[in-house]
């Protein structure tokens, strides 16, 4: 314990990305915070947290940074990059778990995803280098939650506000396959309401997490069409042409959506387990696209 009577909690990747934003304010009244990553974040200076400003793949010096901390917090992974960058940060994380093993750090929260098709589980840097990570935390000895949420949504999300702006800018919008496959899309400050109460749980083990309200993935682009006032109108191809036009936006340099996604989307595998909320009830996703749908008019929101 710190002199000043709170836990210590080591936020590794930040309170600047997507799921950071949203759990910096649950942490910041019960922890003392410590934040590892390369870029200031006002937010973080406003809460009082330490921040130590370094690439987490490159730090070889773990040991100083998690002396005095009670829990780990690991948000530090890409949506797309070369493999080699995942190689090297998967060994600075590494680098990491064995000075919270040596420093004997209570507890290590892992922010992880959903099982994909197994060619993409084999193959694909993003989750080879990941799954190893998960494997190697879990076999530490130190107390561990893995958490793999669902398809998330909520203020700055990569997919859901990008769909609706795409529906409302063009005539037709995508669908790959008959759009069957199923989706229960789980709201970002639910996953991080998880994660604090996590942060002081006891025991180890995999949480799977979904959002409260399962679609057909055409169900729920039905549903943003209507939020924004236009009659359904599909362009639709197969799911192996989805693939191939993402993966040719991909190489023009486009972060729309990448080749990896569409396929694990149209596997069906992102429903995961509905979680309870601890008797909160979970957001639902129709009013978070209501309150979207005027932005989109106005192009990427800034949230």
Same mark, same amino acid.
């Given at each position: 314990m710190n002199p000043t009577g709170r836990p210590r909690l080591?936020?590794?990747? !930040?309170?600047?990305?997507?799921?950071?934003?949203?759990?910096?304010?649950?942490?910041?009244?019960?922890?003392?915070?410590r934040s590892v990553h390369r870029h200031a974040v006002a937010e973080e200076a406003r809460f009082g947290a330490e921040w130590i400003p370094l690439d987490v793949g490159a730090v070889d010096d773990w040991r100083s940074i998690v002396r005095g901390v009670d829990v780990v917090v690991n948000l530090a992974w890409y949506r797309w990059a070369s493999p080699g960058v995942f190689e090297r940060l998967y060994a600075g994380l590494s680098r990491l778990l064995r000075a919270a093993v040596a420093e004997q750090v209570g507890r290590f929260l892992q922010v992880s995803v959903p099982p994909a098709p197994e060619r993409l589980e084999l193959e694909l840097p993003y989750l080879r280098w990941k799954r190893r990570f998960d494997r190697d935390l879990a076999a530490s000895g130190v107390p561990w939650a893995i958490v793999r949420p669902t398809l998330l949504f909520g203020p700055g999300d990569v997919l859901l506000s990008v769909m609706i702006r795409m529906i409302r800018r063009y005539p037709f919008f995508p669908m790959f396959g008959d759009g069957g496959y199923r989706v229960n899309p789980l709201a970002v400050g639910d996953l991080a309401r998880f994660l604090r109460a996590q942060a002081t749980a006891h025991g180890? !083990?995999?949480?799977?997490?979904?959002?409260?309200?399962?679609?057909?993935?055409?169900?729920?682009?039905?549903? %943003?069409?209507?939020?924004? !006032?236009?009659?359904?109108?599909?362009?639709? %191809?197969t799911p192996r042409n989805g693939i191939r036009l993402a993966g040719l936006l991909q190489a023009m340099g486009s972060r729309l959506l990448y080749a990896y996604e569409v396929e694990w989307l149209a596997s069906g595998r992102l429903v995961q387990p509905v979680w309870d909320g601890a008797g909160v009830p979970l957001r639902r996703v129709e009013p978070y696209l209501r309150r979207?749908?005027?932005?989109?008019?106005?192009?990427?929101a800034t949230a």
């Open positions: 080591l936020l590794v990747g !930040g309170a600047g990305g997507f799921i950071g934003r949203q759990l910096l304010p649950l942490l910041a009244p019960d922890f003392e915070l180890s !083990g995999v949480y799977d997490l979904g959002g409260p309200e399962t679609f057909r993935y055409r169900e729920l682009t039905d549903l %943003m069409f209507r939020v924004v !006032g236009k009659r359904p109108r599909y362009w639709t %191809m979207l749908a005027p932005d989109s008019a106005r192009g990427p």
